[in-house]
């Protein structure tokens, strides 16, 4: 009988899933709840980038919410940058192919959702909502506008020094 490690378990599901296998599976489930998403969001001063980020198109809810993926177990276990992001966003998930982690390996102040082979994205353990302070959220509304303007026109960019 052949050991697995937890490490390589994922070569034993069937998934050989990427970041940008995640990333786009993401973007399309977003999409199709019409809600603004972009991956490698700047937050903040610090130079930190979210792997995904999405936000609903209303100024009055617009609920951020951050998304780290995963790719192997190793990664996860040598994230320790993860919570910095909490103050940017009022839900964080971490993203992984389905069955890598478990809903008990997350922390309580995250969720967990899985991406299977055929892209589709479930949920497996919902974010707790946190209280998002209204300086990072128009920030960070700010950065998701600029970027989604750069992307699809050409306008000026903003200063970096305003947007914080």
């Given at each position: 009988?052949?050991?697995?490690?937890?490490?390589?378990?994922?070569?034993?599901?069937?998934?050989?899933?990427?970041?940008?296998?995640?990333?786009?599976?993401?973007?399309?489930?977003?999409?199709?709840?019409?809600?603004?998403?972009?991956?490698?969001?700047?937050?903040?001063?610090?130079?930190?980038?979210?792997?995904?980020?999405?936000?609903?198109?209303?100024?009055?809810?617009?609920?951020?919410?951050?998304?780290?993926?995963?790719?192997?177990?190793?990664?996860?276990?040598?994230?320790?940058?993860?919570?910095?992001?909490?103050?940017?966003?009022?839900?964080?998930?971490?993203?992984?192919?389905?069955?890598?982690?478990?809903?008990?390996?997350?922390?309580?102040?995250?969720?967990?959702?899985?991406?299977?082979?055929?892209?589709?994205?479930?949920?497996?353990?919902?974010?707790?909502?946190?209280?998002?302070?209204?300086?990072?959220?128009?920030?960070?509304?700010?950065?998701?506008?600029?970027?989604?303007?750069?992307?699809?026109g050409d306008l000026i960019q903003p200063h970096e020094d305003?947007?914080?």
């Open positions: 009988m052949a050991v697995v490690y937890e490490e390589d378990l994922h070569k034993f599901i069937g998934s050989n899933k990427t970041a940008g296998d995640i990333v786009l599976a993401l973007r399309n489930r977003h999409n199709d709840r019409m809600e603004v998403n972009l991956n490698e969001v700047e937050l903040g001063r610090s130079g930190r980038r979210a792997d995904f980020y999405t936000m609903r198109a209303s100024w009055t809810k617009p609920m951020p919410t951050c998304y780290e993926i995963k790719v192997s177990v190793q990664d996860f276990k040598n994230d320790k940058k993860w919570h910095l992001y909490l103050p940017y966003c009022e839900r964080f998930y971490f993203a992984c192919p389905a069955g890598l982690l478990q809903p008990e390996q997350i922390d309580e102040r995250a969720g967990l959702v899985w991406v299977d082979d055929k892209g589709y994205v479930s949920l497996k353990k919902n974010s707790p909502n946190r209280k998002l302070e209204e300086k990072h959220k128009n920030a960070m509304m700010q950065r998701i506008l600029y970027r989604y303007m750069f992307k699809h305003r947007l914080d």
